[in-house]
């Protein structure tokens, strides 16, 4: 089967890793260590690329442009502000990473958004083309039914309102070797990706079900901000499972350690 992933940069945010880890010993300080400064890091976001002979799917969108406006009124902007590439400004962004594949928005067959936070769906506009077919969990567009105002913690309505999105149920084969696996916790709906390729192997992209390396353990290590605990933790262990079955190489949504260094990153590497 032929198949082939390519991994895309879609924008780099920096944050305070309490965010995103509650960790004894890396991220929680000692008391006699009050003075010391919290810590800072690169919190990356990545989007898939995947060519079967069904057709170009894509899996999330990683941070918009106009982030530093889009993200004012919910305060992000000094929480995760992206950081641009120094030599090039342009550089990063999911347009920009298409780009350089020789693709834009309309080539793209199926758009799958692991779950409709600001990091993940904030470009999904961009594919309301009337050629992609946009997808996520049916569990998250119902929970972003209840929310009222600009956004609700860090969803933003208006990064995908008035597109026609198509739900997923359960764990699914969406494409041959191409299959979502239902996580969520960290959201109502968050979903995870898994490649079965011919040549690499199997591959699990967790998106924000397991945030970094460090999150995954074991044991499963928390963030500040999830929706519900004890499903959090029952997905972790689930891919887990799956993991362990498939001898899968595991990809976790904003690890900055992993991004650096133990990534195959688009245009030149791919998954196959
Ligand atoms: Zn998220």
Same mark, same amino acid.
């Not at 262990?237 to 990809?251: C, D, G, M, Y």
């Given at each position: 089967?032929?198949?082939?992933? /390519? ?8 944050? !305070? ?23 800072? =890091?690169?919190? +990356? ?20 442009? !106009?982030? %530093? ?9 000094? #929480?995760? $502000? ?9 550089? =990063? ?21 692991? /779950?409709? /936070? #600001? ?37 933003? +309505?208006?990064?995908?309102? =008035? ?12 494409? +041959? ?8 916790? /960290? ?10 390729? $011919? ?5 699990? #992209?967790?998106? !924000? ?7 995954? =353990? +074991?044991?499963?290590?928390? %963030? ?6 004890? %499903?959090?933790? !029952? ?30 990153? %688009? ?6």
């Amino acid at each position: 089967m032929d198949i082939k992933a /390519h991994v895309l940069h879609s924008g780099d945010m920096e944050a !305070d890793y309490t965010w995103l880890l509650l960790k004894p010993d890396r991220i929680i300080k000692p008391v006699q260590e009050r003075n010391t400064p919290r810590e800072f =890091g690169l919190v +990356p976001t990545h989007a898939i690329l995947v060519e079967t002979p069904e057709g170009r799917m894509l899996w999330d969108t990683g941070v918009p442009r !106009d982030w %530093a406006k889009r993200w004012e009124p919910t305060t992000f902007d000094r #929480f995760f $502000p992206v950081v641009d590439d120094a030599e090039d400004p342009e550089a =990063g962004y999911l347009d920009h990473s298409l780009a350089q594949m020789g693709l834009t928005t309309e080539d793209i067959d199926l758009l799958v958004l692991s /779950h409709l /936070h #600001f990091d993940h769906a904030a470009n999904a506009k961009a594919f309301d083309n009337g050629k992609t077919k946009i997808v996520t969990s049916s569990a998250e567009l119902e929970g972003v039914k209840g929310i009222t105002g600009y956004n609700q913690g860090a969803h933003i +309505p208006s990064d995908y309102e =008035g597109l026609d999105i198509g739900g997923i149920d359960g764990d699914e084969e969406i494409l +041959p070797g191409v299959s979502v696996i239902q996580t969520p916790g /960290h959201t109502w709906g968050t979903m995870s990706l898994m490649l079965d390729l $011919p040549n690499d192997g199997t591959k699990i #992209f967790t998106s !924000d079900a397991v945030y970094m390396r460090d999150s995954w =353990g +074991p044991p499963a290590v928390g %963030a500040a901000i999830v929706w519900n605990n004890l %499903a959090w933790l !029952d997905s972790v262990e689930k891919l887990r499972k799956i993991a362990q079955e498939k001898e899968a190489e595991v990809f976790f949504g904003h690890d900055a350690d992993q991004a650096a260094n133990d990534i195959r990153w %688009a245009p030149e590497g791919f998954y196959s």
